[in-house]
Structures are given as C-alpha cells and as structure tokens.
C-alpha cells in the first residue's frame, strides 16, 4: 500500500469513526505513512490487514486526544505501600510519629500521582500553545520516539527533564531527524523554554505560562490527579 493510498484509506475511516480528520491527524498519520519505520510497535496483529492497522491506529491516537489531561480521570495507585519503608525511615528518624510516617508515605504516593500526569500536562499545553505554529501532537504515542509533527514535516521529541531523554531518538531516516527538547536540566533548576521558542519559531513558551496551564488544568479537572480516600493530605 502506497502513502498516498493509506492516507486516502486512513481519511474515510477518520470520517467514519467521527475522527476530526485536518485537525492534526491528518499531519501525523502522514509521517508513519511515507515512513514505516516510525509506526509503534503495538498496533496490529498478524492477522490484521493494512485497513485494520490504520483503523487501530486512528482509535489509538484519537484514544490519546480524548486521554488528555484536562479530560482525564486518573486511577490512584493499584498496589498499596509497602509498611517496611515506614519502618526504614522511622529508624533513620526517631522523632518521626506514627502519623508522621504515615504522612510521609501517602505524600509520596501523591507525588508519584502527580509525576504520572506532568507529561501529560505538558504535552496538552504545547499542544494549545503551538497549534497555530504548525505543530501538531502525536497524541497516544503514535509516531516511534516523536511527540509533535510539523505541518512542514518537521518532528520533535519532549521530555520534562534532561535525564529521562531517550536516545533512540536520535535516528535520522528519510532525511528528517527528530529534533529533542526537555523542559528542565536534572542537576539544577535551569528551564530550557527559550531553546523550544527557537525550534519552534516563537516567544510565548515559559514555565510561568506552564504553571498558569498546570493551575487552570487541575482546577478545572481536579480527576486528573488521583488522591486516594483515605489520604491524610486530602
């Protein structure tokens, strides 16, 4: 199946399953199919034909856009702590209470709640922010190691901190290498918004513009972040 035909194919089932098809997937499924080797390895079986792959892909990608964190309900954590970490920190720190342990360890079941969305969050206000730069988002992780897809063909990778950056995508096929990013550096507080304003021909990214995104989103959807009933901190 040619690009020109699977964009025709994956068009008419946008339009079937009531997927807004110019708004950015358009842009994105074009860059899987005029290069392959960008499509995620988890889509498909062996048994699926090449409508059945694209089908999948646009649920998947749409499933993403729907996902997001403004719309999201998040589940709170689906194992319980551990009590031999209490144990482990009250021995350290004597003074600490019961309930002192206790705050502690719903804290940072809180955290890592919170750690679970900022990706999300971030993605959603570049998203907001870039659309009308061209960029689109691969919402659902539906290009290989890119997060946004120019409409000039450009791609580019995000990640919030420096040290979770993946080398993978580094790859440079059919001429076009991915472009990376990261919000903060790991070994200090240092963000890197001007170096996004340059990649991505503007002036308007900023973490106090990030923050006022992450406020507005959580208080007009506190589900996205997860707090469990009987979390002491609630």
């Known amino acids: 199946m040619g690009a020109n035909y699977a964009i025709a194919i994956a068009k008419e089932i946008a339009e079937n399953e009531g997927i807004s098809w110019d708004d950015g997937a358009r842009f994105v499924f074009s860059v899987i199919a005029n290069d392959l080797e960008r499509t995620p390895g988890n889509i498909g079986g062996k048994n699926d034909t090449e409508r059945d792959v694209i089908k999948k892909w646009l649920l998947k990608y749409q499933g993403g856009f729907d996902g997001r964190a403004s719309k999201r309900?998040?589940?709170p954590p689906g194992t319980v702590a551990d009590p031999i970490i209490e144990k482990i920190i009250g021995s350290r720190l004597n003074?600490?209470?019961?309930?002192?342990?206790?705050?502690?360890?719903?804290?940072h079941?809180?955290?890592m709640s919170a750690e679970n969305i900022l990706g999300l969050i971030l993605e959603e206000y570049l998203?907001?922010?870039?659309?009308?730069?061209?960029?689109h988002c691969a919402w659902g992780e539906t290009v290989k190691s890119v997060d946004f897809v120019n409409e000039d063909g450009s791609l580019l990778q995000i990640k919030n901190r420096s040290n979770s950056e993946n080398s993978s995508s580094s790859a440079?096929?059919?001429?076009?290498?991915i472009q990376k990013w990261y919000r903060v550096?790991?070994?200090?507080?240092?963000?890197?918004?001007?170096q996004l304003n340059d990649i991505c021909g503007t002036d308007t990214l900023s973490e106090d513009g990030f923050v006022a995104f992450v406020k507005s989103t959580i208080s007009s959807n506190p589900e996205c972040l997860a707090v469990e009933d009987d979390n002491p901190w609630k």
């Open 73 to 75: 309900v998040s589940n």
């Open 95 to 107: 003074d600490l209470t019961a309930n002192d342990l206790k705050k502690i360890t719903f804290a």
């Open 109 to 111: 079941r809180l955290g």
């Open 127 to 135: 998203s907001e922010s870039l659309k009308d730069k061209g960029w």
């Open 172 to 177: 440079v096929r059919d001429g076009t290498e």
């Open 185 to 194: 550096k790991a070994d200090r507080i240092e963000y890197m918004w001007s």
